[in-house]
Structure formats: structure tokens, C-alpha cells
């Protein structure tokens, strides 16, 4: 098939839309549901993410999509008892991909609600399943086992969409874009992203363990595919906090911070053993989680609110119990698109436990930045590798 016609594009009133190929055939099929515009949008840049992130580690992986950037990324990594729990697998033997993505859809689980899914490997009977109980708009892959398929298929009524992508398939070394009318043309950003990117190390501390280079690989690989200005903090191999598209790279350090404050938080003690009655819906839990966290949990107890998914009245957990918590968090990863033009990145990015970090460089600043790492004895590296993606 060259053309697939579409039902609109990004809004309804854009008619008419489709996507469709000058040579060859489109490297897809749509084995289930009406794909729509965004769908593809989302659809090829994660399975570019998962492709990418399973080469540099030799490891099976996913994304969770929303809105063109990544929710969520994750490679196989084995779950400790903790994430089970906080995940909601517990005591569940988890197959690889499965596992993959039950981290990249717990990355930010506020975040993926209604996301598009992403497998760098065959989706199974299990990986379907979990899959089935969330929300989700669809899902692209390589290959689905029968059982999968037919899993899937019974999703949404029926209509949720699954690609299939041809594993093979190699894009033109050019790429057009049409804005206002006008032609944009480059070369595909086909750079590879490997761990010779992390030997220029120009601060102190030198030493990369080896689940840092992996983990500064997820983060620098799902930023390549994050809409710009974008930072990354990875651990334990997956995203646990992506700031996407902001203006200012502080900013963008902050909100993928809280983001990785918020991930962390939902292992505390006292969020895991939250009195929830047993029919709350999945991101019914989610929310009260967020709100719990959150500064607006107060509030909410000076209502009635809270009665509806728990059974008793949870223990507050207070700001400096956050904080007290969060002076535990260390080795934790962090990527960034482009150089950090001053050392309040790198102080941001302290206090989310931030041992690793890998930036471009470049900046007139860098001996501020360098200075800044020294100080909280981080391990920096300069990529030399900008990866802005717009």
C-alpha cells in the first residue's frame, strides 16, 4: 500500500489528511482500527526510539507516547520488589518486553494516560494483556503473536489500533517537511548514539559504573525523539522523568525534575501502604497517588473527597518528609539536548539525586557548569552531539 487516507489531520477541520509514500511502499500495516494523523506521528518516532534504544543495549524496549514526545521509555531491566508494588505486577513473572513495558508506561502513568505504545520486540499473549487493562490509543511492533492480536483486538470495542512495522525498512537519507507553504528539507538526524559519546569526561569524578552508561544511553536516545528544549533523568533503565518543548532549559531541568521527585516519591513507605478501596479504577489510583504527593493533599482533606477511593484517612505526608526522603535519592542519570548554558542545571538536578550526567557542551559557561558538577562531585560528560528535534 503507498496511501492511506486519513480522517483529518491534527484537528478536525484539517481536510483532507493522509500519509503516503513517493517510492515504494508504506513500511506499515494496520492490522487493527482507523489509524489517525497524530497516531502516526507518534507511531514513528517511538518505533524509531525503541529501535534505536534496543541496538545501543542489546536489550528489548518500549515508549509510551503522547502529543509526538515520549511519556515514558524503558528497556528490560528486572524489576525489584518495591517497583512490582508500585507498578502493580507483584509476585507476576514478567517476560522481557512485558517487563520493558510495564517501565516505560510507569515512568509517568499521569502522563500516558491515552498514550501510543512502542516494542522494540514481538508483543505477547502477556505484554497484551497489560495493555488491555490500560488506557491506551495504540500500539506499534514488529510482530504480534496470534494470542496478542486477538487480545488487542477486543480492546477499545474493537477499534483500537495496531501497527505492525516492518522491522527492516530503511528510510531515504532526506527528509521533507511543508510549513506555510515552504519545502523544508535535511539529512535525517541518523547519528548513533553509543557509548563513545560519554569519553570526554572534563569534571573530577571520571567514573561511569556500567548501569550509568546504560541508563545516560536510555536518557540521551529518548531525548533525540523529545520535542526541544528537552532533558532526561533515567535510573534503574528507564526514563523517570522527561521535560519536553519548554523555552528555557532551567525550566525544562526542573519539570523533568519534579517528574523524577514525583517517580521516587511513589515508593515512599507511606504512599505504598495507601488504604485504597478495592474497586478504585487504575488512574483513579493514579490521581489520588499525584494528589497525595502533591502540595494540594491538604486541601483535599478539608473535603470529603478522599472518601471516595480510600477507607480510611491516609497519613499526611508532610514537605519535610518529602524532602527527607528525596536527600536518600543518589545515582540517577540525566541527559540533556543541548549544553547547559549555566550551573543551575546541574543544582536542579542535584536535588533529584543526579550522579550522572551527559550534555553536549559547548557553552561559554561550560567552566561554571564543570565547576557546578565538581562541587557535588557529579560525573559529567560532554557528547559533543546536539540533539534538538523539532
Same mark, same amino acid.
Given at each position: 500500500?503507498?496511501?492511506?487516507?486519513?480522517?483529518?489531520g491534527?484537528?478536525?477541520?484539517?481536510?483532507?489528511?493522509?500519509?503516503?509514500?513517493?517510492?515504494?511502499?508504506?513500511p506499515?500495516?494496520?492490522?487493527?482500527?482507523? @489509524?489517525? *494523523?497524530?497516531?502516526?506521528?507518534?507511531?514513528?518516532?517511538?518505533?524509531?526510539?525503541?529501535?534505536?534504544?534496543?541496538?545501543?543495549?542489546?536489550? @528489548?524496549?518500549?515508549?509510551?507516547?503522547?502529543?509526538?514526545? %515520549?511519556?515514558?521509555?524503558?528497556?528490560?531491566? @528486572?524489576?525489584?520488589?518495591?517497583?512490582?508494588?508500585? *507498578?502493580?505486577?507483584?509476585?507476576?513473572?514478567?517476560? #522481557?518486553?512485558?517487563?520493558?513495558?510495564? &517501565?516505560?508506561?510507569?515512568? +509517568?502513568?499521569?502522563?500516558?494516560?491515552? +498514550?501510543?505504545?512502542?516494542?522494540?520486540?514481538?508483543? =505477547?499473549?502477556?505484554?497484551?494483556?497489560?495493555?488491555? &487493562?490500560?488506557?491506551?490509543?495504540?500500539i506499534?511492533?514488529?510482530?504480534?503473536? =496470534?494470542?496478542?492480536?486477538?487480545?488487542?483486538?477486543?480492546?477499545?470495542?474493537?477499534? *483500537?489500533?495496531?501497527?505492525?512495522? =516492518?522491522?527492516?525498512?530503511?528510510?531515504?537519507?532526506?527528509?521533507?517537511?511543508?510549513?506555510?507553504?515552504?519545502?523544508?528539507?535535511?539529512?535525517?538526524?541518523?547519528?548513533?548514539?553509543?557509548?563513545?559519546?560519554?569519553?570526554?569526561? #572534563?569534571?573530577?569524578?571520571k567514573?561511569?559504573?556500567?548501569?550509568?552508561?546504560?541508563?545516560?544511553?536510555?536518557?540521551?536516545?529518548?531525548?533525540?525523539y523529545?520535542q526541544?528544549?528537552?532533558?532526561?533523568?533515567?535510573?534503574?533503565?528507564?526514563?523517570?522523568?522527561?521535560?519536553?518543548?519548554?523555552?528555557?532549559?532551567?525550566?525544562?531541568? &526542573?519539570?523533568?525534575?519534579?517528574?523524577?521527585?514525583?517517580?521516587?516519591?511513589?515508593?515512599? %513507605?507511606?504512599?505504598?501502604?495507601? #488504604?485504597?478501596?478495592? +474497586?478504585?479504577?487504575?488512574? =483513579?489510583?493514579?490521581?489520588?497517588?499525584?494528589v *497525595?504527593?502533591?502540595?494540594?493533599?491538604?486541601?483535599?482533606?478539608?473535603?470529603?473527597?478522599?472518601?471516595?477511593?480510600?477507607?480510611?484517612?491516609?497519613?499526611?505526608?508532610?514537605?519535610?518528609?518529602?524532602?527527607?526522603?528525596?536527600?536518600?535519592?543518589?545515582?540517577?542519570?540525566?541527559?540533556?539536548?543541548?549544553?547547559? @548554558?549555566?550551573?543551575?542545571?546541574?543544582? &536542579?538536578?542535584?536535588k533529584s539525586?543526579?550522579?550522572?550526567?551527559?550534555?553536549?557542551?559547548?557553552?561559554?559557561?561550560?567552566?561554571?557548569?564543570?565547576?557546578?558538577?565538581?562541587?557535588? +562531585?557529579?560525573?559529567?560528560?560532554?557528547?559533543?552531539?546536539?540533539?534538538f528535534?523539532?
Amino acid at each position: 500500500m503507498k496511501e492511506l487516507e486519513l480522517k483529518y489531520g491534527c484537528n478536525p477541520n484539517q481536510k483532507p489528511a493522509r500519509v503516503f509514500m513517493e517510492k515504494g511502499e508504506l513500511p506499515f500495516t494496520v492490522l487493527n482500527g482507523k @489509524p489517525g *494523523y497524530i497516531n502516526l506521528l507518534d507511531a514513528m518516532n517511538s518505533w524509531q526510539l525503541v529501535k534505536e534504544l534496543k541496538k545501543a543495549t542489546g536489550l @528489548p524496549a518500549a515508549a509510551s507516547f503522547k502529543h509526538v514526545s %515520549p511519556a515514558g521509555a524503558a528497556v528490560a531491566a @528486572p524489576l525489584s520488589e518495591i517497583l512490582q508494588k508500585v *507498578y502493580f505486577v507483584e509476585g507476576i513473572e514478567l517476560s #522481557p518486553i512485558a517487563t520493558a513495558y510495564i &517501565r516505560a508506561r510507569g515512568a +509517568d502513568r499521569m502522563s500516558s494516560y491515552g +498514550d501510543f505504545v512502542a516494542l522494540s520486540d514481538e508483543c =505477547d499473549a502477556q505484554t497484551a494483556s497489560f495493555l488491555a &487493562r490500560e488506557v491506551s490509543d495504540g500500539i506499534i511492533a514488529p510482530s504480534y503473536s =496470534d494470542e496478542a492480536l486477538e487480545i488487542l483486538k477486543t480492546k477499545r470495542k474493537g477499534t *483500537y489500533l495496531v501497527l505492525q512495522m =516492518d522491522n527492516d525498512f530503511q528510510p531515504a537519507a532526506l527528509e521533507h517537511k511543508e510549513v506555510f507553504g515552504i519545502t523544508f528539507e535535511q539529512q535525517r538526524n541518523d547519528i548513533e548514539i553509543s557509548e563513545e559519546c560519554l569519553k570526554d569526561i #572534563p569534571t573530577d569524578s571520571k567514573e561511569f559504573s556500567a548501569e550509568a552508561r546504560r541508563d545516560l544511553l536510555i536518557a540521551l536516545i529518548t531525548l533525540k525523539y523529545t520535542q526541544s528544549n528537552s532533558v532526561c533523568y533515567a535510573k534503574d533503565g528507564q526514563a523517570i522523568g522527561i521535560g519536553a518543548g519548554q523555552q528555557s532549559r532551567v525550566h525544562c531541568t &526542573r519539570l523533568a525534575g519534579n517528574k523524577a521527585d514525583v517517580w521516587h516519591l511513589r515508593q515512599h %513507605p507511606k504512599v505504598l501502604s495507601l #488504604p485504597f478501596k478495592d +474497586d478504585v479504577r487504575r488512574p =483513579d489510583r493514579d490521581n489520588a497517588i499525584d494528589v *497525595y504527593i502533591s502540595e494540594e493533599w491538604e486541601d483535599l482533606l478539608e473535603t470529603d473527597d478522599w472518601q471516595r477511593v480510600f477507607t480510611e484517612k491516609p497519613a499526611p505526608l508532610s514537605r519535610e518528609e518529602k524532602k527527607e526522603y528525596l536527600k536518600t535519592i543518589t545515582g540517577v542519570a540525566l541527559g540533556s539536548d543541548a549544553f547547559f @548554558p549555566f550551573g543551575d542545571n546541574v543544582e &536542579r538536578a542535584h536535588k533529584s539525586g543526579v550522579k550522572y550526567i551527559a550534555q553536549s557542551g559547548g557553552s561559554i559557561r561550560d567552566d561554571n557548569v564543570i565547576e557546578t558538577a565538581n562541587k557535588y +562531585d557529579i560525573t559529567m560528560a560532554f557528547t559533543h552531539i546536539r540533539l534538538f528535534h523539532h
